[in-house]
């Protein structure tokens, strides 16, 4: 099945440097669409980015991505982490027929003074 | 307000009780899920309703059953909860296909 795979726990960063969170997957079918997802203490996961277009670059709040198809991946970037910043992201895969959205086990990010 | 409305915000129970949870979507919607999120913040997909009929049910407890009355609405029912069934369930919508879900503000259950 489906399966998705982000940085591991908990990434930690000083504000102003730049952010990198992984996030790879694995599907048999040829159109995926990706999202990430990012939700902040007490609140609910809501959606960051989406893409469906191969090596087409989307940003959404200061953060950008690409899916690339080639190497199943679509990192989430920042040039410059803001204290606000400081949440869990999830990245989720949507592909085939089946009408489910599989998440990955979460990026925690702390950005710190 | 248009958005993804659960009731109630925390539950307390026993081990052994049934509990209910509620579910409403103004957004228009044609399809809602329940998702777990365990307390190491794993979002699990646990049902999916398109049109009133399911469509996704993966592996879940028996005791585990979503109820529905029109695409706007999705419940969950527990019977007989269990401690791991301790944790948050988020209730979300969407739009057809390969579209994004909107989570509604979740149902904390602790089960004692």
């Known amino acids: 099945g489906d399966s998705v795979t982000q940085t591991e726990g908990l990434v930690t960063l000083t504000e102003g440097l730049p952010v990198m969170l992984n996030c790879t997957y694995q599907?048999?079918?040829?159109?995926?669409?990706l999202f990430w997802y990012v939700q902040h203490l007490n609140e609910s996961p809501r959606l960051l980015l989406k893409?469906?277009?191969?090596?087409k670059r989307t940003e959404h709040q200061g953060f950008h991505a690409t899916l690339h198809k080639s190497s199943s991946s679509f990192h989430l970037q920042k040039s410059s982490a803001q204290l606000s910043d400081s949440a869990l992201y999830y990245c989720?895969?949507?592909?085939?027929?089946?009408?489910?959205?599989?998440f990955g086990a979460g990026t925690r990010l702390a950005v710190c003074p | 307000e248009t958005a993804v409305f659960q009731t109630p915000n925390y539950h307390v129970t026993q081990v052994g009780n049934e509990v209910s949870f509620n579910c409403k979507q103004t957004?228009?919607?044609?399809?809602m899920y329940w998702y777990k999120q365990d307390s190491k913040k794993l979002l699990k997909i646990m049902f999916s309703?398109?049109?009133?009929?399911?469509?996704v049910n993966e592996t879940v407890p028996r005791r585990f059953s979503p109820q529905s009355s029109d695409k706007a609405h999705l419940n969950l029912r527990i019977k007989s909860v269990e401690p791991e069934d301790s944790a948050v369930y988020l209730c979300?919508?969407?739009?057809?296909?390969?579209?994004?879900?909107?989570f509604g503000k979740g149902t904390r259950l602790t089960v004692v």
């Open positions: 979300a919508s969407s739009y057809r296909v390969n579209t994004e879900v909107f």
């Open positions: 599907t048999i079918y040829s159109n995926p669409f």
């Open positions: 893409s469906f277009t191969d090596n």
């Open positions: 989720a895969l949507r592909s085939g027929s089946f009408n489910k959205l599989t």
């Open positions: 957004l228009g919607h044609d399809t």
């Open positions: 309703y398109n049109n009133k009929q399911l469509i």
